[in-house]
């Protein structure tokens, strides 16, 4: 009897471990798998906030990218606009100090409002580097003479001038158009598409850009695309060719607004930039002057329409420029038509 007693006390001992030893094993599972949700969670939000601030950054490169340009813009303005002043400075005393003082030219307000737009004195003078260096390219569109800017690391860089503050009125409507071409292009396959709404990684794109109340602080910039230009990327003759690339015309007419010529608006500024970065950018003939009301459209267009709305309808010239495909599959050219 006492064996027996014996024996079922040893048995509820083992029960008792065994008991304890599960869950002792189910308390550790569970714990670790607390621990290890916990652990995931943190990942998970890390994770999630590094792609929400990377989704953030996206969206402001193009922004961060202006505001640099913006940055460097008005420190090179601000060191021309001493330079002027200085040659201004020496100017008056030169006239002082002459007995038959010079008479400056008189500058006449709706004419073109940009100095040396052929680069005809040989250099780049009145022009402003934007993210860019200066120089003058040789031959022109049709004369000596061009302006080119290189070192240009991103799209937004270029060209830029101050104009008379006080020829541009609101309601005013303007001429805007610049021969203009693209050379040294890397990536040869990417060209100008002219008709999408905003290509200024490929295309020319020109801003009307405007300081308020005073300062360079406070700005507008109106981007101004030419959607009804004719785009020749490659090496033509019959197209004033030369150091590679062709020469495109940009041309736009342009009402004035509250925006860029309003009361509160305190100089007013060209900029002609765009393209892949990289490449370097050459113009010419660069001409902003202001329509008198007999010749401006009944309908002022936005952009230029041609009978075809459609480029390169017939593939004559033996490419596909103009068309783009869809979902990933290749076009071609196939002959007879």
């Known amino acids: 009897m006492m064996m027996m007693l014996a024996n079922i ?6 029960t008792t471990l065994i008991q304890l030893s599960l869950l002792s094993i ?3 599972l569970v714990t670790d798998f607390i621990e290890t949700s916990w652990w995931f969670r943190q990942i998970s939000k890390k994770d999630h906030s590094r792609r929400r ?4 950054d996206n969206n402001n490169a193009a922004d961060n990218t202006i505001d ?4 460097i813009h008005r420190a090179v303005v601000k060191q021309q606009q001493r330079r002027l002043q200085q040659q201004e400075q020496q100017q008056q005393k030169e006239q002082s100090s002459s007995s038959t003082p010079r008479q400056l030219q008189q500058h006449v ?3 073109n409002e940009i100095l040396n737009p052929r680069a005809s004195s040989g250099t780049t003078e009145y022009w ?8 003058v390219d040789s031959p022109g569109y049709d004369d000596e003479y061009a302006l080119k800017a290189t070192n240009r690391e991103i799209w937004f860089s270029g060209f830029s001038q101050y104009m008379d503050r006080s020829c ?10 610049f021969q203009i071409k693209f050379v040294n292009v890397i990536e040869q396959t990417e060209t100008c598409q002219p008709l999408l709404e905003e290509d200024y990684e490929h295309c ?7 300081n308020l109340n005073g300062g360079y602080e406070e700005y507008h910039h109106e981007r101004i695309y030419d959607h009804g230009m004719i785009w020749n990327s490659d090496d033509d003759e019959t197209n004033n060719n030369n150091n590679g690339g062709a020469w495109n015309t940009f041309s736009v007419l342009y009402t004035l607004t509250e925006e860029n010529a309003g009361p509160n608006v305190t100089s007013i500024y060209a900029l002609i930039m765009g393209g892949s970065s990289g490449s370097d950018l050459i113009i010419d003939n660069v001409n902003i002057e202001r329509l008198e009301e007999w010749e401006i459209p009944s309908a002022s267009p936005t952009r230029t329409c041609y009978s075809n709305v459609v480029r390169n309808g017939n593939a004559e010239i033996g490419s596909t420029e103009g068309w783009l495909p869809v979902w990933g599959h290749p076009i071609h050219v196939v002959e007879p038509g």
Do not use: K
């Open 9 to 14: 006390r040893m048995n509820r001992r083992r």
């Open 26 to 28: 189910f308390l550790f």
């Open 53 to 56: 601030q990377q989704q953030v």
């Open 68 to 71: 640099y340009g913006l940055a």
């Open 109 to 111: 307000c709706g004419e």
């Open 128 to 135: 402003n580097p934007m993210n860019a260096i200066l120089s």
């Open 168 to 177: 541009f009125q609101v309601g005013d409507t303007w001429r805007m158009e």
């Open 204 to 210: 020319p794109v020109l801003f009307l850009g405007s």
